[in-house]
């Protein structure tokens, strides 16, 4: 019997490799969601052909496995926990393979809650004796920012706050 979505070449190892590349993208799922283009490359790494890949993958976003949309949101609640800012968000899930108009959505309105979360990060990161006058911890503080991916105007803020 031949399953649904395998390849469609009439040979069984096509049907074998369906079968694999169904159960290794099970198991790779079984960690944590993916993006489509995750899901390819890791796909296409293992070996498996374009015409395999892509009936897998359409198989698992036929059943619900795979939903870009969901992951992305997924991993914008994960990055906000980890007190990351916007621009690295946002570049994560371009690098991901996630589409513009899907992150641009997610990723509105962040400014205020973003403030915040800098709020959070820089009362971790600064000791609690520091010198408001440190002109070398606030440029430590505002590139610690940055690399977080807050944007300018946030860090400026943040720097006004905390520095005199």
């Known amino acids: 019997m031949k399953m649904a979505g395998a390849g469609k070449g ?3 190892n096509s049907d074998r490799d369906y079968r694999a590349a169904w159960n290794k993208s099970l ?6 969601q993916r993006s489509k283009k995750e899901m390819e490359g890791y796909l ?5 052909d374009a015409e395999t890949c892509a009936g897998v993958i359409e198989r698992l976003e ?7 949309r969901e992951f992305a949101r997924s991993w914008v609640e994960f990055s906000r926990r980890k007190l990351k800012g916007s621009l690295k968000i946002r570049w994560e899930l371009k ?3 996630i589409d513009e108009k899907i992150i641009a959505d997610l990723l509105k ?3 205020s809650s973003e403030y915040e979360r800098a709020r ?3 009362d971790r ?3 609690t004796d520091y010198e408001r006058d440190d002109r070398n911890l606030l440029r430590k503080t505002m590139s610690f920012l940055k690399r977080r991916g807050y944007p300018g105007e946030v860090v400026f803020k943040i720097s006004r706050k905390y520095f005199d």
């Open 44 to 48: 296409s790494g293992k070996g498996f």
């Open 120 to 122: 959070k990060l820089m």
């Open 10 to 12: 009439s040979s069984g």
């Open 109 to 111: 309105n962040e400014l």
């Open 125 to 127: 990161y600064l000791p």
């Open 95 to 97: 690098n991901k393979g």
């Open 62 to 68: 036929g059943v619900g496995l795979l939903d870009d």
């Open 27 to 32: 198991r790779w799922l079984s960690y944590r």
